[in-house]
């Protein structure tokens, strides 16, 4: 058998060394020491030529490569201990009494004309249950398993800008849901940060939402649904004004809505969008949507002008969103439904409920599983990337599944 190779060309005069001039298709290491033997074989030896090939250059391994490389210097700041949490705050509700401290007593339930802003420092520790908060039983109480406010900073408006203006370029946003006091919106936008490792600042949207003082109040849901509701709606332009000013820092933000909190932050954001003509938002993240799906569909043109991405986080199995139903007489985006330009992630796997009441309740968006996924989503990962996820069936509500 014949074996053909194909020869270099030689240049040199006659009893000189030779000098090897590769072809263009001379392109492996192998080949080139192929063809060099090959040479010095043909030309009686080669003892006074040595021609070494230049070094070799791994080849990327399969994956890409990526793993195990470049994100790490994005966490600069370590959460594997317990740590002091500031949460600016911007808030509608009503003064309270007492305002020195972060708790029920510092804002009320009741829609203000007046916008208050102020930082609430807490301890978080670092033994708390992930998407849980502990709150100490005392002063005294050990501070690596409670939490507890440190100290509280009321703010101008201008004082808030600036303190905006400053430190790393990422702001994480929390707006709440129904019927949640003051001090828990605070724990709770502290509890997310943490537990997210989010590394820049983190900003509370507190609207007026909560039972008012009393049995009463607390024991006729759908009243306090109401008033709730009537809060949502007047809060949309102290939301726009605030999301205008977002817009104006030259940051990106990350904006997380739980609940009933969209029937304010959905339509603030279109206006906002609309009025700036400039994409703020990174990731726009929607936790159990308690808005008419129509209401919804007809923003997204808008809220993709200021988001890169849109993520709905939604479930079959919500109690709380099936009696948003059963009161507002339609369906709602918590449930799922499908909506061009958005992801709809069905946690329903997750948040199964056993005998009517939900596995992980309403409050699932603070839960280890979706906060899970809610990181890798921050690091820019497509839907279909992301651990745990997986596409859902042909002519479904949504796009995926959170596996449990």
């Known amino acids: 058998m014949a074996v053909f190779i194909k020869k270099p060309t030689i240049a040199g005069a006659a009893g ?81 009494s007492d305002m020195t401290g972060c708790d029920k007593n510092t804002y009320g339930v009741e829609l203000s004309t007046q916008v208050s802003y102020g930082v609430c420092r807490l301890n978080v520790p670092k033994r708390h249950s992930v998407g849980g908060f502990e709150t100490a039983p005392n002063p005294r109480a050990d501070p690596h398993r409670y939490f507890r406010v440190l100290a509280h900073t009321p703010l101008t408006q201008e004082a808030l800008r600036l303190q905006l203006s400053q430190g790393r370029p990422d702001i994480l946003v929390f707006v709440h849901g129904f019927n949640v006091k003051f001090e828990d919106t605070v724990l709770r936008a502290a509890q997310i940060a943490y ?17 008012a003082p009393g049995m009463f109040g607390n024991t006729f849901i759908s009243r306090t649904y109401a008033q709730n509701k009537a809060n949502a709606e007047g809060s949309v332009g102290t939301a726009t004004d605030f999301f205008k000013l977002l817009a104006g820092l030259d940051k990106t933000s990350y904006v997380m809505v739980h609940s009933m909190g969209h029937q304010l932050a959905i339509p603030a954001l279109a206006a906002a969008s609309s009025e700036t003509g400039k994409r703020f938002i990174g990731e726009l993240v929607l936790n159990a949507p308690d808005m008419p799906i129509r209401d919804f569909a ?26 948003s139903e059963m009161y507002n007489k339609g369906r709602r985006m918590g449930g799922c439904e499908l909506v061009d330009g958005v992801d709809m992630v069905n946690v329903g796997e997750i948040d199964a409920p056993a005998l009517g009441i939900g596995g992980l309740g309403h409050g699932y968006y603070a839960s280890r599983p979706i906060l899970t996924d809610v990181f890798q989503l921050l690091l820019g990962l497509d839907a279909g990337s992301r651990q745990f996820i997986r596409k859902s069936e042909t002519n479904s509500t949504e796009n995926y599944y959170l596996r449990p």
């Open 16 to 96: 000189s060394k030779p000098k090897i001039i590769e072809e263009p298709s001379m392109k492996s290491d192998s080949f080139r020491i192929i063809i060099t033997a090959a040479c010095c074989f043909a030309l009686g030896g080669c003892a006074a030529t040595v021609i070494v090939p230049p070094p070799l250059v791994p080849a990327p391994l399969a994956y890409g490569g990526g793993y195990g490389e470049g994100l790490n210097p994005l966490f600069s700041d370590a959460f594997d201990d317990t740590r002091a949490v500031d949460v600016v705050y911007v808030t509608n509700r009503a003064p309270g």
């Open 298 to 323: 007809s923003a997204v043109p808008a809220l993709k002008n200021a988001a890169r991405r849109i993520t709905v986080y939604c479930s079959y199995n919500d109690n709380a969103i099936a009696a």
């Open 195 to 211: 537990d997210l490792k989010f590394q820049g600042q983190v900003v509370l949207f507190s609207w007026p939402a909560g039972a």
